[in-house]
């Protein structure tokens, strides 16, 4: 069966981001010729592909099974092209990363950094995200690796590899220092103001779940949107909440924050590198997921 090579490179862009104007984007070209060209291609092969709906683009069956082969062998392709255009034997290519405001300050600035040094020739696009978001945006194929904080729930075609485990520490400002002074269960702060990041993060989620736990519901005074923002709130007194602890240890060595022991503990939480098995990854992709781990 002779089919322009063409075709199945425009099926692969399409498949990765789920999108036709995606896909036509990460082309160069348009919607309407990305359009015509699936059409040509199931004609050639005499079978549906695609199903299109509100909601984007599906595989049927047969589109789905051509999908993984096709990803597979255009990843081939890739690593080929890097490794003989590569004269100095270096690394190239894109990789495309969702991730966490958490992640990105306890784990990937400083593996970015290292990674960078070795690898000049890689290029990066970095996209923030909370971690619910970042695996959505995974699953479409937006991004090729997400970087996100636990907890976290992946379907079986995922890998959710652990690098860095951390705790989330309860502190205050000083106007609530006297909270630092004696050990306390966590219902004896249930009154107090809370700062917390928002509804639609899996952080949220996760501490509701611990109040509940232990007979409270969590109503925060104040929700931020990046976690980045958690620690200025609560210097400025504007309530008490967990942050990780090594994002809190140099202001509690400064004396900023102030820690507030508590009997209770929340359960260790991970820093993980999410990608999708059935798409495979790129030489530099295997590499910078081999340098995380």
Partial sequence: MDINYEYYKVFYYVGKYRNITKAAQALGGSQPNVTRVMKL????LGCQLLLRS???IAFTEKGELLYERVSAAFL???????????SSGQIEGTIVLGTTETALHLLLFHKLKEFKRKNPKVRFKIYNYSTKDAL???TKGAVDISV???PVSVGRNFACKKLFSFREKLVCGGNYRNLALKKRHLKELAGCPWVCLGKNTVTYDMTSDFFLEHGIMLKPDIEVATSDLMIPMIKNNLG????????????????????????EEMTPRTVCAVYDLKRGQSRCEKEFLDFLK
Avoid: C, W
């Fill in 41 to 44: 291609l199931e004609g050639a």
């Fill in 54 to 56: 509100n909601k984007g």
């Fill in 76 to 86: 081939q392709i890739q690593t080929a092209e890097e490794e003989l255009g590569s």
């Fill in 136 to 138: 959505e945006e995974l």
């Fill in 148 to 150: 996100v904080t636990s």
């Fill in 240 to 263: 008490i909440g967990y942050v990780p602890e090594p994002l809190a240890q140099p202001e509690l060595e400064a004396g900023t924050i102030f820690d507030i022991p508590v009997y």
